[in-house]
């Protein structure tokens, strides 16, 4: 059959045309725009000056930019590693199940995901809220002294930590349970033909073939993390919300409290640079996961 290349290569680049618009209007124009603003003292909108590199020159002398810093670091460590395991365990435990009992127990995992963070602040106000409580009054009946979790800079990153390890995790029990619905059952059942202990089948069957899913729910979790500002901005109101700053909350007091449009897009681009290299290094375990193989 004779084929015209012209008019297929005609209309492949009609169908991908609307895609590459839309994604150069709403990506690539505003990042490119983001760049040369990072080099001007320019308003969030408006006419600028050009000042060259001035903007990332003042950041490590940021005493704000470093608590963001340090801040979004220490809020990836509570977050990343514990709720990939969190998941992982829950992912393992349904499997356990099976019939009506699996799907309604997947589906209460499942349901803090779809909730918007406005009902998830809701939810976790009413539980942790120093006055109000219901775990306040809980401590109280232990006789416990109340913790102002929310309003003390020791507690705060943990407690949104836990109450984000709740929300999310939902999202990667499921990719967790297409992982180990996808392995073999003959490997599980020659490994019981040898009396292979349930530590050792994990350790060298359901670990190395999950690898693969691993290394995506830790860089989606990466990333997802590394942007955190709701439950910040949120769980922050009548707290001590500078204390409490992570680095897309700073961009959001720089660009729209402050109305500094040149140092909140420096800080943007140094929080896009540190998600170009968490892609990088998915890049990498996925291609340490295909040679495990």
Same mark, same amino acid.
């Given at each position: 059959m004779l084929r015209n290349t012209k008019k297929e290569w005609l209309i492949g680049y009609i169908l991908v045309a609307p895609f590459v618009a839309i994604y150069g209007l709403i990506f690539v124009y505003p990042t490119i725009d983001m760049f040369l603003l990072s080099f001007q003292d320019a308003p969030l909108i408006g006419a600028g000056t050009y000042v060259g590199v001035d903007n990332y020159t003042r950041l490590p002398s940021d005493r704000r930019f470093d608590t963001a810093f340090w801040n979004t670091v220490y809020f990836v460590v509570l977050t990343v590693i514990p709720g990939t *395991? %969190? &998941?992982? !365990? $829950? &992912?393992? !435990? %349904?499997t356990r199940l099976s019939g009506r009992i699996q799907s309604l127990v997947l589906a209460l995992f499942f349901l803090p995901y779809i909730l918007p963070v406005s009902v998830v602040y809701r939810i976790w106000d009413w539980t942790m809220n120093f006055q109000f409580g219901i775990a306040m009054h809980v401590l109280d009946t232990l006789g416990i002294d109340r913790v102002p979790v929310f309003q003390t800079s020791t507690w705060f990153m943990p407690a949104v930590a836990f109450v984000t390890i709740w929300w999310t995790c939902g999202f990667s029990v499921l990719l967790f349970l297409a992982g180990l619905r996808a392995i073999p059952q003959d490997i599980y059942e020659a490994a019981s033909l040898d009396n292979t202990s349930g530590w050792r089948t994990f350790r060298h069957i359901t670990w190395p073939l999950l690898w693969p899913i691993t290394a995506l729910v830790l860089t989606i =979790? /990466? $990333? /997802? =993390? /590394?942007? $955190? *500002?709701?439950q910040v901005y949120l769980f922050?109101? !009548? !707290? @001590?919300p500078n204390d409490n700053l992570v680095m897309v909350y700073y961009i959001f =007091? @720089?660009?729209f409290v402050n109305n500094q449009g040149g140092r909140a897009a420096a800080i943007a681009v140094v929080l896009f640079i540190m998600v170009i290299i968490i892609a990088a290094l998915n890049f990498q375990l996925m291609r340490m996961s295909e040679r495990r193989k």
């Amino acid at each position: 059959m004779l084929r015209n290349t012209k008019k297929e290569w005609l209309i492949g680049y009609i169908l991908v045309a609307p895609f590459v618009a839309i994604y150069g209007l709403i990506f690539v124009y505003p990042t490119i725009d983001m760049f040369l603003l990072s080099f001007q003292d320019a308003p969030l909108i408006g006419a600028g000056t050009y000042v060259g590199v001035d903007n990332y020159t003042r950041l490590p002398s940021d005493r704000r930019f470093d608590t963001a810093f340090w801040n979004t670091v220490y809020f990836v460590v509570l977050t990343v590693i514990p709720g990939t *395991f %969190v &998941a992982l !365990g $829950i &992912a393992m !435990g %349904v499997t356990r199940l099976s019939g009506r009992i699996q799907s309604l127990v997947l589906a209460l995992f499942f349901l803090p995901y779809i909730l918007p963070v406005s009902v998830v602040y809701r939810i976790w106000d009413w539980t942790m809220n120093f006055q109000f409580g219901i775990a306040m009054h809980v401590l109280d009946t232990l006789g416990i002294d109340r913790v102002p979790v929310f309003q003390t800079s020791t507690w705060f990153m943990p407690a949104v930590a836990f109450v984000t390890i709740w929300w999310t995790c939902g999202f990667s029990v499921l990719l967790f349970l297409a992982g180990l619905r996808a392995i073999p059952q003959d490997i599980y059942e020659a490994a019981s033909l040898d009396n292979t202990s349930g530590w050792r089948t994990f350790r060298h069957i359901t670990w190395p073939l999950l690898w693969p899913i691993t290394a995506l729910v830790l860089t989606i =979790q /990466l $990333i /997802l =993390q /590394l942007k $955190i *500002f709701d439950q910040v901005y949120l769980f922050s109101q !009548g !707290g @001590r919300p500078n204390d409490n700053l992570v680095m897309v909350y700073y961009i959001f =007091q @720089r660009a729209f409290v402050n109305n500094q449009g040149g140092r909140a897009a420096a800080i943007a681009v140094v929080l896009f640079i540190m998600v170009i290299i968490i892609a990088a290094l998915n890049f990498q375990l996925m291609r340490m996961s295909e040679r495990r193989k």
